[in-house]
């Protein structure tokens, strides 16, 4: 039997269960709820002319990722470069045009990957500290004169194989091999890939992983530092209390109370094949898998709730995966 039980705790991205009945989270505008690590999640060849639906499902996702851009489309499609930084992402060098590099002489890979920075720094405000080479084709000159342009190299340990034609669940699929601190390879432009995302941000919360960023010391995905880049939605930080008032044999019910902030947006999440049905008392949003609600406030106060549909997974519930204030 479920019985309620209300917790307010100080607890930073941490879940505490009290009888098993009502959880309290923390959560930071990153999505830090539950995270017991992160992953890198890169989108390389951008900015492209689908880079603001790219950064719509991002965000309607709750995640921000590193988009490794060319300098070549960063001055082609400056106003789009703009829109990730905008939207919290990080962005990263991956060359001027995508040339193969590693037949360049020095001078030609300085003179490149120079370019391509300048030019990203010229879009988007922010000067490049990771650098991906074309193809992950690399040598010892080349990670040289990255480094002394003031870059770090990151390759990938997961490639999603979205560029060769790879299905939706099999991009799911690739990625759900991710784990603490790894990078996965993915790219702007392709559709399969944006239709993906809920599903691995769903595979990634059910594993307590969060998106990251990538760290310029170690090449590693970390916490995000909070530092200039605004987090997704622009605002400041929020928390979201969860508790389960109702539990039926097929459905439960998730209660969702916001402190911090009277006008925010909150993103819950959960397991598929459980389904999210009816929401109330706030602007809801779900995505097309079903499995993640982008709620906003509408004025009917900072409690809003949601019914899932168990469909035979009768143990998960839903987990917060960020609030956002403003
Ligand atoms: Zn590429």
Same mark, same amino acid.
């Given at each position: 039997?479920?019985?309620?039980?209300?917790?307010?705790?100080?607890?930073?991205?941490? =879940?505490?269960?009290?009888?098993?009945?009502?959880?309290?989270?923390?959560?930071?505008?990153?999505?830090?709820?539950?995270?017991?690590?992160?992953?890198?999640?890169?989108?390389?060849?951008?900015?492209?002319?689908?880079?603001?639906?790219?950064? !719509?499902?991002?965000?309607?996702?709750?995640?921000?990722?590193?988009? &490794?851009?060319?300098?070549? !489309? =960063? /001055?082609?499609?400056?106003?789009?470069?703009? +829109? /990730?930084?905008? +939207?919290?992402?990080?962005?990263?060098?991956?060359?001027?045009?995508?040339?193969? @590099?590693?037949?360049?002489? /020095?001078?030609?890979?300085?003179?490149?990957?120079?370019? +391509?920075?300048?030019?990203?720094? %010229?879009?988007?405000?922010? #000067?490049?500290?990771? &650098?991906?080479?074309?193809?992950?084709?690399?040598?010892?000159?080349?990670?040289?004169?990255?480094? %002394?342009?003031?870059? #770090?190299?990151?390759?990938?340990?997961?490639?999603?194989?979205?560029?060769?034609?790879?299905?939706?669940?099999?991009? $799911? %699929?690739?990625?759900?091999?991710?784990?603490?601190?790894?990078?996965?390879? @993915?790219?702007?432009?392709?559709?399969?890939?944006?239709?993906?995302?809920?599903?691995?941000?769903?595979?990634?919360?059910?594993?307590?992983?969060?998106?990251?960023?990538?760290?310029?010391?170690?090449?590693? =995905?970390?916490?995000?530092?909070?530092?200039?880049?605004?987090?997704?939605?622009?605002?400041?930080?929020?928390? +979201?209390?969860?508790?389960?008032?109702?539990?039926?044999?097929?459905?439960?019910?998730?209660?969702?109370?916001?402190?911090?902030?009277?006008?925010?947006?909150?993103?819950?999440?959960?397991?598929?094949? /459980? #389904?999210?049905?009816?929401?109330?008392?706030?602007? =809801?949003?779900?995505?097309?898998?079903?499995?993640?609600?982008?709620?906003?406030?509408?004025?009917?106060?900072?409690?809003?709730?949601?019914?899932?549909?168990?469909?035979?997974?009768?143990?998960?519930?839903?987990? $917060?995966?960020?609030?956002?204030?403003?």
């Amino acid at each position: 039997m479920f019985g309620i039980r209300t917790a307010r705790l100080a607890v930073i991205a941490t =879940a505490v269960a009290l009888g098993g009945v009502a959880i309290t989270v923390t959560a930071t505008p990153a999505g830090a709820a539950t995270c017991n690590g992160y992953v890198g999640l890169t989108f390389d060849d951008g900015p492209t002319g689908s880079t603001g639906t790219l950064l !719509n499902v991002l965000r309607a996702n709750g995640v921000r990722a590193t988009m &490794f851009n060319t300098g070549q !489309n =960063a /001055q082609n499609n400056r106003s789009a470069a703009q +829109a /990730q930084v905008s +939207a919290g992402m990080w962005v990263g060098n991956h060359s001027w045009n995508h040339a193969h @590099m590693t037949g360049m002489s /020095q001078s030609q890979m300085q003179s490149d990957l120079s370019q +391509a920075s300048s030019a990203i720094q %010229s879009a988007t405000g922010v #000067r490049p500290q990771l &650098f991906r080479p074309p193809y992950g084709e690399t040598n010892g000159t080349l990670q040289s004169v990255a480094s %002394s342009l003031g870059m #770090r190299q990151v390759i990938w340990d997961v490639d999603s194989q979205d560029w060769n034609g790879a299905s939706v669940s099999q991009i $799911v %699929s690739n990625a759900s091999r991710l784990q603490s601190g790894q990078v996965i390879l @993915m790219h702007d432009g392709i559709q399969n890939t944006r239709d993906a995302i809920p599903q691995i941000m769903a595979n990634l919360t059910s594993r307590n992983l969060c998106p990251g960023m990538i760290s310029a010391s170690t090449g590693r =995905a970390v916490a995000p530092d909070g530092g200039s880049t605004p987090p997704p939605g622009g605002g400041g930080s929020c928390s +979201a209390s969860l508790s389960y008032p109702n539990v039926w044999g097929d459905r439960y019910n998730t209660s969702v109370t916001v402190s911090g902030a009277s006008s925010w947006t909150v993103v819950v999440a959960v397991s598929s094949p /459980q #389904r999210i049905t009816t929401t109330w008392n706030g602007t =809801a949003s779900v995505d097309g898998s079903g499995t993640v609600l982008t709620m906003r406030s509408n004025g009917s106060g900072n409690t809003f709730g949601f019914t899932t549909m168990f469909n035979g997974n009768s143990g998960g519930r839903a987990q $917060v995966r960020s609030c956002t204030a403003g």
